[in-house]
């Protein structure tokens, strides 16, 4: 079974501070997606990022990037000069190729201080 | 482009009621999910419906919980006899036929006094 661990949680920045969170995951198949979801105090979760197992390039996108790591299933997630609106819990998830289930990890609390 | 819609977006039900939450999907999509989130839990899958049919349902409770996702009209998640463990925040999410990305609902709060 699939499983995916956010070992910090809660992160705490100054506001134009950069952030950094980690994932690691672990499954046993080579064919699979990971992602990155936030959920504001409103409460909705919000689509961010997706990855296929068979494409470690790392982007940008705006203020987000990331930094997929196939050697150390790791999915790192950064937010860039942080503003108060980023403040929310952010969910990394995995998903195998044609399971259809996300295995969330526990979040990630962010706060950033104005 | 209107989103994954859920309703109601909280409600309260006392211990032995039925609670129903609705889901209707993204427009274009036809796979529908739905994730439980407890405080202490996090984020748990529950069950994946395509129109008429239930395709993976290895995380509903084998008692007292049911879904559906017929031709007309929105999926449902029904819970009958309410107990106040299944307070939580109940997801829905959709996807199109490429399965790759679900997008998410508001969810619903469910409170169980």
């Known amino acids: 079974a699939q499983k995916v661990t956010q070992a910090q949680t809660e992160i705490s920045v100054v506001e134009k501070e950069d952030v950094t969170l980690d994932c690691v995951y672990e499954?046993?198949?080579?064919?699979?997606?990971l992602f990155w979801y936030k959920q504001p105090p409103s409460g909705e979760l919000v689509f961010l990022i997706r990855?296929?197992?068979?494409?470690?390039q790392n982007e940008i996108s705006g203020r987000y990037s990331w930094n997929f790591q196939k050697s150390t299933s790791s999915f790192n997630f950064t937010i860039t000069a942080s503003q108060v609106v980023d403040s929310a819990v952010y969910f990394c998830?995995?998903?195998?190729?044609?399971?259809?289930?996300?295995?969330f990890g526990k979040g990630n609390q962010v706060v950033v201080i104005p | 482009n209107a989103g994954v819609m859920q309703n109601p977006r909280h409600l309260v039900r006392r211990r032995g009621q039925e609670a129903r939450l609705r889901c209707s999907p993204m427009?274009?999509?036809?796979?529908v999910y739905w994730y439980r989130q407890l405080p202490e839990e996090g984020l748990k899958f529950m069950v994946y419906?395509?129109?008429?049919?239930?395709?993976?349902e290895s995380g509903m409770p084998k008692e007292r919980f049911s879904a559906e996702f017929p031709k007309e009209g929105p999926s449902i998640l029904r819970i009958q006899q309410v107990v106040r463990g299944d307070s939580a925040a109940y997801f829905c999410?959709?996807?199109?036929?490429?399965?790759?990305?679900?997008?998410f609902g508001p969810g619903t709060r469910l409170l169980v006094l």
């Open positions: 427009k274009g999509h036809s796979h």
């Open positions: 999410a959709s996807s199109d036929d490429t399965e790759e990305t679900q997008y």
């Open positions: 419906l395509q129109k008429e049919n239930i395709i993976d």
């Open positions: 998830a995995l998903t195998l190729y044609g399971n259809n289930r996300l295995a």
């Open positions: 990855r296929n197992s068979f494409d470690e």
């Open positions: 499954t046993r198949d080579t064919t699979y997606y």
